[in-house]
Every structure is written in C-alpha cells, then in structure tokens.
C-alpha cells in the first residue's frame, strides 16, 4: 500500500512532505542536474489503459541530487515524464541500471521536475553523490531479541526478516522510515506473535468464509470438485507477515493454485482482526 501511495503521488504531483523548495524553471531547455537514483528506482504507469497505444508516464525520484550551480540538495526530487511505451522503458532501463544519473528536466514544482533527456553521469571517486550513492547501496541490518536479524530493503522502503510462525519459516515486512515508526511496528507484530496460534487460526478461518464460496462458485477446474474448508485450507501456505506501526496487518499466503496462481491476501488489524480478503496477482 506505501509503494502504491508513493507511485501515485509521483503521477499525480503530491510533493513529498518537508522537501526543499524550488521555484519552476524559467527557461524552456531545463537545467542539468546529477543525482543519486532512489532504491525505488522508477516506474512506468500508463495514462489510460483501455488505449493500448496511449500515453505514458516514466517516473523515478532522487534522492539528492546537484543542480547547476554545483549545490547539493539532500531531498527528494520527483521527476516524470509523457512519454510512449518504448520510450518508457528505454528511460527504465537507463535509470535502474544506475545509483547516480544527469538529467535535463524542467522544474515544475517545490519537488518536482519534467524530464526532458537522460545523460551520461561523469563522476568521481570523492564526488559527494558518489559517495551518497555507496552509502545508501550499504546493507543496514538490526538485531531484535524476539525476531533476530533484520535487515532494510530499501527498494521497498520496508525492514524483512526470516522468522518461525505456526510450525513454518516465514518473511517478517516492517514498512518503516524512521526508528519511531519501526519500534512501533515491531510491537504490532509482536502482539501477533504472541498468540501465535489464535491469529493463525481467525486468518485461516476468515479467508475460508470469505473466499471459499467464490472457489467454488468460480474458479473449479472442469474435473474438480467443490472444496471443503478443511481442504482450502490445506492449500493455503503462508509465505510472509506485513506489518505496520498503526497496527494494521496484511498476510500473505501461497494460494496453491486455488485461484490459479493468484496470492491469498488477508488484511487487517489488531483491534478488529482480519477485515478483508483478496486474490492479487
């Protein structure tokens, strides 16, 4: 949910909260700037999808970057830009094969710039984006005495671990961009942990009553039979926990091959448990 937050911010032109001001470009041929591609790296959206040949937008962020006044700026620029699909995916390629790219662009806001062309970045060893860039290329881990060694996936801004539930090994995501915001996602998914065998059973239970009618109603093989609970569940594997500060809660399940290949998603929360079913993918 944070990742599709931040695309279509991208997109749509919210500016990311704190960032540094800037005034829109006065010249039409933009300015040349070098920086330091977010983990994020970027993304292609297509503006109206039942026009297979329609627009599209690139879009990626830095997460600082050197305008031509030689200045480094320590936050986020977006950038995007209309573009057709070949074009878009030559511009993704180009960006995510690169920790520090220039670019022509043409500031359009606070945060935000249009693309205008994609250059050839000449840097240097003692560069301060370079080093930038090997910085946040580092691996970060933490240790937690209940979960063990975390570490930050910064291509999708949340901490991951390997972690035992219910008997099996499974991926512990904590979305979080600050310690604060971390602390207080380990305490959701401790609580969880801690009635283990409760938790499983309500996720179980309510992706059995909310997605079992819709197996047999519509997804049977021609020579299958309808399932039983006891059956559907047996298909179910859960392969990862997301879990996040304001207690919410999202279980990730493989769907062995219930609904084709899609995944079992179970979403909820600490207070009223599990909300919402859906088959993603």
């Known amino acids: 949910m944070r990742l599709l937050r931040g695309l279509l911010a991208l997109v749509f032109g919210t500016a990311a909260p704190g960032a540094a001001q800037r005034p829109a470009s006065p010249t039409a041929g933009g300015e040349l700037i070098t920086g330091v591609v977010d983990p994020r790296g970027a993304a292609g959206v297509q503006v109206r999808p039942d026009e297979p ?23 986020r620029l977006d950038v995007r830009r209309t573009c057709t699909h070949a074009e878009m995916r030559e511009g993704m390629d180009r960006v995510n094969a690169a920790r520090v790219i220039s670019a022509r662009v043409r500031f359009t806001g606070p945060a935000e710039a249009e693309l205008l062309e994609l250059a050839d970045a000449s840097m240097v060893a003692d560069d ?21 060694t975390l570490t930050l996936n910064r291509s999708v801004g949340w901490w991951e671990g390997r972690v035992p539930w219910a008997g099996d090994t499974i991926d512990l995501q904590l979305p979080a961009e600050g310690e604060d915001e971390l602390s207080a996602a380990l305490e959701v998914a401790r609580a969880l942990w801690d009635d283990e065998a409760g938790w499983s059973e309500r996720i179980q239970a309510y992706a059995v009553e909310q997605l079992l009618p819709m197996k047999n109603e519509g997804w049977l093989d021609d020579d299958e039979e309808p399932l039983t609970p006891a059956e559907f569940r047996a298909r179910m ?24 290949g899609h995944s079992i998603q179970i979403m909820g929360n600490l207070q009223d448990g599990p909300t919402d079913a859906d088959i993603p993918g």
Do not use: M, Y
């Open 53 to 75: 040949d329609g627009e599209w937008v690139l879009v990626f962020s830095f997460h600082s970057w050197r305008g031509a006044d030689g200045v480094v700026h320590p936050t």
């Open 128 to 148: 301060p984006l370079t080093r930038h860039a090997l910085e946040r290329a580092a691996i970060v881990t933490r240790e937690d005495e209940r979960f063990g």
């Open 237 to 260: 594997r859960l392969e990862a926990i997301a879990v996040e500060a304001d207690g919410s809660f999202t279980f990730w399940h493989n769907d062995g091959d219930l609904f084709w």
